[in-house]
């Protein structure tokens, strides 16, 4: 990406998602469920001209940054929730018991 391209992330809580787009454009989302004191991610998804530019390890970080400013615990159903806790071991800590 060069200087000129734009990135935000949303957090929609209304979809109970995380996007991130480029240039107004949702490139990235994250999919989840409250369950009590819970955030349980279902889904992760980068659409496929967008993939190899890191956008869903930034949306990641995002939600569970959020997870953590918010005293939840974490699920992660979703696949690359669980490979991006395990390869940041800083988030560990906010694995539900069991997940």
Known sequence: MDD????????DRARSRYELTVDGVVGAYAEYEIIGD??????????????????AGKLVRRALDDARADARR?????WY???????????????????
């Open 4 to 11: 000129s391209t734009h990135e935000q992330i949303d957090h």
């Open 38 to 55: 819970t955030q349980v991610f279902t889904h992760t998804v980068t659409l496929p001209a967008m993939r190899g530019r890191g956008l």
């Open 74 to 78: 974490v699920v992660p159903q979703c």
């Open 81 to 99: 929730v669980a490979q991006f806790i395990d390869q940041h071991p800083e988030y560990a800590d906010l694995l539900a018991a069991g997940a």
